[in-house]
């Protein structure tokens, strides 16, 4: 029994340490919105939570201490957009909802908490 309790314990330490960030802090604004028409950053971090387009341009994650809260694939759950590209352009933080500007006339809201996306336009 003691040879597996330290195996555990290694096991444990080893993936409680190995956690890294996913994504770059030089790319998190702290201001409640991004326009990817006019900066390069990626993410946004309000209350200790960071959310964060991902590279493919369609997926916003959040995390809380470099933990993953929840993802979303914006463009899966709401569609292609009619117009433009199949990629999110705009985030925008509101106090209970990140507000999402994809393609080049399409809405959409995300719940912070569960992250459920809901197409409103």
Known sequence: MKPFLKLSMLTFFVTQTGIAEKFNDALISKNSEINFAKTQKRGIKKNNIVYYVENDLQTISAYKRSKLKWQTNVISVC???KNGNPEIRYVGYN????????????????????GATTLVG
Do not use: Q, R
């Open 95 to 114: 106090t209970n909802k990140l507000l999402i500007v994809m393609g080049k006339h399409n809405f959409a809201e995300i719940d912070i908490n569960s």
């Open 79 to 81: 569609g292609k957009p």
